[in-house]
């Protein structure tokens, strides 16, 4: 009998748990959810875990070149911990700065009614505009965003 009560027990916190995962719908629901915008990840997000105590993994189909003011490279997987208005401990997402690639290390929205998003990025924080990630950008494999990217500042390569 004890061991039926510690099965339904487990079986009962196991339901709720993952329902509180599947209430949250998309990876862009979640962050919304906890006051970030839907946009700080691309579209094409395959999957994602977020653990009892707010570590959150998100795995894309592979690594990938989006643009929000500057460029951002997402790792196959992303992972940090997930708290409200916050995304801590990022690993997986560096971000262009004057030609030098610096991981971003945390993402905080402090007020949102500041219309502003801080990146810390170690050497400095970085204030954006929460504009900027309303919406969850395509996020093109390395080599295709490269070469679009050199053809729209006129700089084609000629052989």
Same mark, same amino acid.
């Given at each position: 009998?004890? +061991?039926?009560?510690? /099965?339904?027990?487990?079986?009962?916190?196991? @339901?709720?748990?993952?329902? @509180? !995962?599947? @209430? /949250?719908? =998309?990876?862009?629901?979640?962050?919304?959810?906890?006051?970030? *915008?839907? %946009?700080?990840?691309?579209?094409?997000?395959?999957? #994602? +875990?977020?653990? /009892?105590? %707010?570590?959150?993994?998100?795995?894309?189909?592979? *690594?990938?070149? =989006?643009? #929000? $003011?500057?460029?951002?490279?997402?790792?196959?997987?992303? +992972?940090?911990?997930?708290? #409200? %208005?916050?995304?801590?401990?990022?690993?997986? !997402? +560096?971000? &262009? &700065? !004057?030609?030098?690639?610096?991981?971003?290390?945390?993402?905080?929205?402090?007020? *949102?009614?500041?219309?502003?998003?801080?990146?810390?990025?170690?050497?400095?924080?970085?204030?954006?505009?929460?504009?900027?990630?309303?919406?969850? *950008?395509?996020?093109?494999?390395?080599?295709? !965003?490269?070469?679009?990217?050199?053809? $729209?500042?006129?700089? $084609?390569?000629?052989?």
């Amino acid at each position: 009998m004890k +061991t039926s009560f510690m /099965a339904f027990s487990l079986l009962g916190f196991f @339901s709720l748990f993952f329902f @509180s !995962l599947s @209430s /949250a719908g =998309t990876i862009h629901d979640l962050l919304r959810s906890r006051g970030l *915008p839907a %946009g700080l990840l691309p579209k094409d997000v395959k999957s #994602y +875990t977020l653990d /009892a105590d %707010g570590r959150l993994q998100v795995f894309l189909d592979g *690594p990938c070149l =989006t643009k #929000y $003011e500057n460029r951002v490279f997402f790792d196959s997987v992303v +992972t940090a911990n997930l708290s #409200y %208005g916050g995304l801590i401990g990022v690993v997986g !997402l +560096t971000q &262009e &700065e !004057l030609f030098l690639w610096l991981p971003v290390k945390d993402i905080i929205v402090d007020d *949102p009614n500041s219309g502003l998003i801080l990146f810390d990025i170690g050497l400095a924080h970085k204030q954006l505009s929460l504009s900027l990630f309303e919406d969850p *950008p395509d996020c093109k494999p390395q080599g295709v !965003l490269q070469k679009n990217a050199r053809k $729209e500042k006129g700089f $084609e390569f000629v052989r």
